[in-house]
């Protein structure tokens, strides 16, 4: 699974445009906006290619001048609870 926060910069008049593109990504949900453009949100995907992909996209939507990425969590567990490593 990967997880990550994202910090996107909409040009101005553009959030609304943005907001509605995000809805159609799956994995990612929206956060916060702020008046100045600036969104907080988060893409989560089981597919690692799939979750770069989005994650991509992000900075492909029409309106977006900047998406930076503030946090990243990458878990290679299958779900089992064990890490494959012999204790």
């Not at 994202?6 to 949900?29: D, F, K, M, W």
């Not at 008046?35 to 309106?63: A, K, W």
């Not at 946090?71 to 299958?78: A, P, S």
């Amino acid at each position: 699974m990967d997880l990550c926060s994202i910090l996107l910069q909409a040009r101005p008049g553009h959030s609304t445009i943005i907001q509605s593109a995000l809805q159609q990504l799956s994995g990612v949900e929206l956060h916060a906006t702020a008046s100045d453009g600036r969104m907080v949100v988060t893409v989560e995907d089981d597919d690692p290619q799939q979750f770069n992909r989005t994650v991509l996209r992000l900075g492909e939507i029409d309106g977006v001048i900047d998406a930076s990425l503030v946090y990243h969590y990458h878990d290679d567990n299958d779900g089992d609870g064990m890490s494959g490593e012999p204790e």
